[in-house]
């Protein structure tokens, strides 16, 4: 899943901001959008038993207790089908334009055509790689709890699938984009420790600082590119997990733009359609030391008890 552009209240700025210390203390059942309720523009909208299985599939998602399986969903015909084309034809542009560290764990997940993976399967995969457990979520977090997830190494997914009148791109998160475009790169050691330091950094984060954090989020792990000698292949979940944005990528439709972890970064929008800039990493390696470093000036401020909480030395 994706985290919505934060939007602090009067109110919440006002009310002393308690630091989760587990998973268990991260919200996932105040949603901002991209749930069961669909909005008149959305592709799903007159379609009325997509819109049933979307509000028992988050009804799921909302009833799900840490520790419990994540639920298991017996996926539709078309529903395997949206899966199945969107995987087969996804595969056939990973090898040119997918990012090493991607194509190192694609195998890991062994992903087919012909069914749409479990939740619960790919994360037993993840746990066994870096650490990182999946926890079902009815839809888009707020920003701070979805960081916040991360730094108790969880990743909130969502598990409806797109509508299949528009297969090749959504501004949504759904399953495809969660397993396609997240799950690899979170199997991959030093991107799963980079994902970890933002959400510890999540926990330090006054509002201004995680508006500055959601942005390096968005154009890093959701829209990130990454310089392989000449070549920009992606990293970002948002470009591996859609067609449309992937070819959008490879054909050179965006501009691409060195990141810089400390200057400001443009406002980040679900409706705009594809990215009009990438922002690249001139290595991973790098571009990991950079971002680590901006985290570590916000990871400065907690306490000895957040940090023994998610397991940073203090
Ligand atoms: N646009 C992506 C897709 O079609 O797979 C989904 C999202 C990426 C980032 C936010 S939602
Ligand atoms: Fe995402």
């Known amino acids: 899943v994706a985290p919505a552009p934060a939007s ?3 109110l919440q700025q006002a009310a002393p901001r308690r630091v989760p210390l587990g998973i268990q203390e991260v919200d ?5 959008g991209f749930s069961a309720e669909l909005s008149e523009d959305h592709p799903g909208f007159h379609d009325a038993a997509y819109k049933q299985r979307r ?3 988050c009804n799921l998602a909302r009833s799900h207790r840490i520790g419990e399986p994540i639920p298991h969903i017996s996926y539709t015909a078309e529903e395997v089908a ?27 997940f062994d992903l087919r055509p012909d069914a749409v993976p479990q939740l619960e399967d790919l994360s037993q995969v993840l746990q066994g790689t870096t650490g990182f457990r999946i926890r079902p979520v009815a839809g888009l977090l707020h920003p701070r709890d979805f960081l916040n997830g991360l730094a108790f190494r969880t990743f ?39 994902a970890h330091a933002i959400g510890v950094a999540s926990l330090a984060a006054d509002e201004e600082q995680l ?22 292949k992606a990293f970002g979940a948002g470009i591996l997990s859609s067609y449309g944005e992937l070819q959008h990528m490879a054909a050179g439709g965006a501009e691409v733009a060195p990141l810089d972890v400390w200057q400001p970064l443009p406002k980040i929008s679900y409706k705009d359609g594809y990215q009009k800039r990438y922002f690249a990493l001139e290595s991973f390696e790098a571009g990991a030391v950079e971002l680590q470093a901006y985290c570590a000036s916000l990871q400065a401020g907690l306490t000895d008890e957040v940090r023994a909480a998610v397991g940073l030395a203090s």
């Open 8 to 10: 602090p209240s009067p």
């Open 28 to 32: 996932n059942g105040a949603i901002l």
């Open 55 to 57: 509000v028992n599939i």
């Open 82 to 108: 949206v899966w199945g084309s969107a995987l087969t034809r996804l595969e056939h542009l990973f090898q040119q334009h997918a990012c090493k560290e991607f194509q190192r764990s694609w195998p890991l």
């Open 156 to 194: 909130h997914s969502t598990q409806y699938m797109r509508h299949s009148s528009k297969p090749d791109y959504t501004p949504e998160p759904d399953v495809i984009h969660e397993v396609i475009g997240h799950l690899p790169m979170l199997a991959d050691p030093s991107f799963a420790s980079l």
């Open 211 to 232: 508006k500055h954090l959601v942005k390096l989020y968005w154009y890093t792990v959701e829209f990130g590119v990454v310089r392989e000698g000449s070549d920009v």
